[in-house]
């Protein structure tokens, strides 16, 4: 593992990459809300062999030291910008772009408003949030009176202080989130999710009110990031948790509407925590979207997926 730095208009951002990193970053990985790059380690470690493979800490996570007011983010398309700017720097001609959750969604708005920088992209389990719901939190005066959701509130009484990044991984391992995660993932997460502070004390990297903040900061608008993809070939791989998901169970009509090419594979047995369950699924997709990105391929053969054909494209719109 390789640590990287990135220097954008804010601040400085950092990563891990595995590869050649001479070459230009050809797959890069977000993380959802409260985890960090390292998190997703065992992931990408294999494809460093092929490719020049990367996970970045977003703003707020991580060893990222952008500035993280809880009381400034309303959407989040902060972290968006953020990593435009990123690839600008990391990936000029363009990368696979692939996220978990909150990365997923923020990767489809990368893609929405810089195509020119995203050859590929692998959503799992993305947040798309139903018509309706979407739009209350872009109506700027509904929004203000919008109480807090069942998430935010609970990242409000997550414990910030560990003796050490070991104690946090017993304290957290089998429980809430975690329960269903593979080895070794719990222990990746703490490596960046609780970091030794001035005080000498351990604190999550990822504080309880920015990543409250986070799980209520919806203005942003996803499925218009995913209209202006509609004439643009970049492959899409959905990656959907089988239960648990935060995903509308009508999301693979949803999305055919707009783009019937793309491959949507509910993940069997697997909760909104893919990645930690089946991560050679998410690996194999990455790797599939680079083969393709490199052998110039604009379509995909993705075993197991859902798709419409162009005639059968009628569906739902937002």
């Known amino acids: 593992m390789r640590r990287f730095r990135v220097n954008i208009k804010d601040g400085e951002t950092s990563g891990i990459a595995f590869g050649d990193p001479v070459r230009p970053i050809d797959v890069m990985f977000l993380h959802a809300t409260g985890f960090n790059a390292v998190t997703y380690e065992s992931i990408l470690e294999p494809l460093g062999t092929q490719m020049h ?25 902060k972290f968006r910008d953020d990593v435009i700017q990123v690839l600008e720097r990391t990936s000029p001609d363009g990368a696979v772009l692939g996220g978990h959750s909150m990365g997923a969604t923020v990767a489809l708005l990368v893609a929405g408003k810089r195509p020119d920088l995203v050859r590929g992209l692998v959503l799992v389990d993305p947040v798309l949030m139903r018509k309706r719901m979407s739009r209350l939190y872009n109506l700027p005066i509904v929004n203000m009176f919008i109480q807090k959701n069942a998430m935010a509130k609970q990242a409000l009484k997550r414990r910030r202080e560990f003796g050490s990044p070991a ?12 329960k269903t995660w593979r080895a070794p993932f719990l222990d990746d ?33 996803p499925w218009a990031a995913l209209r202006r993809l509609r004439r643009k070939r970049i492959p899409i791989i959905v990656l ?10 009508d999301t693979d009509q949803r999305i055919h509407a707009i783009r019937p090419d793309a491959a949507i594979n509910k993940v069997p047995g697997t909760t909104h925590f893919v990645p930690m369950e089946r991560p050679y699924v998410v690996r194999d997709a990455l790797k599939m979207l680079y083969e393709a990105m490199i052998e110039g391929h604009m379509l995909i053969d993705y075993v197991g997926a859902v798709r419409r054909t162009i005639d059968d494209s009628v569906g739902i719109m937002d």
């Open 240 to 249: 959907q948790a089988d239960k648990e998901s935060t995903s509308p169970p």
């Open 53 to 77: 493979a990367a996970a970045l800490d977003m703003r707020g996570h991580g060893r990222s030291k952008l500035p993280a007011n809880p009381r400034r983010l309303k959407s989040w398309n």
């Open 189 to 221: 997460y703490v490596v960046d999710g609780v970091l030794r502070q001035d005080s000498g004390k351990y604190e999550l990297s990822c504080t309880p009110e920015w990543e409250s903040a986070v799980f209520d900061a919806h203005r942003y608008r």
């Open 167 to 178: 104690e946090a991984a017993d304290a957290l391992r089998g429980r809430g989130a975690f």
